[in-house]
């Protein structure tokens, strides 16, 4: 398993992404949530890579704070959208999102909720900005930004 497969393993949603407008994050969300449902066969096999990866060792190989992270692809390996891995039990980092992000996001640990959202599919429009949060355990997410267009505090 590698990076290559998780990028492999995201091709339909991101050609999907391509067609919507992030700063609708209702549609967008409730699109994901019917196309790539929680017990589909994508979102099964974005979560077994990603659980796998993470098991390995490959996947979110980085520590700082409440978090464990790392770097999956760069928008041009994954047709237009950054790809990178948090696994997160608390406070991350502030960012503002330029062009939006898509999370897809699995349950590790207890009932987490990732920024008041269950595991599945969250969605910030663009030029939001927020300091992501998990409480109620840990989660696995999967962040999509267009471009890959975030601004971290300095």
Known sequence: MSNDSIIEALKPVIARLKQMDLADTATVRASLAAEFPASGPVFTKLQELSVAGLRDGWLCSREAGASRFSRVAKADAADGFSIDAVLLWGDGPWHKHLKGEVN???????????????????????????VPTVQGGQMLILYLLPDGAVEWKQ
């Open 104 to 130: 897809c996001m699995f349950a590790i640990e207890g009932e987490p909720e990732f920024c008041g959202f269950k595991p599945g599919w969250a969605v910030f429009p663009p030029q939001s900005a927020h």
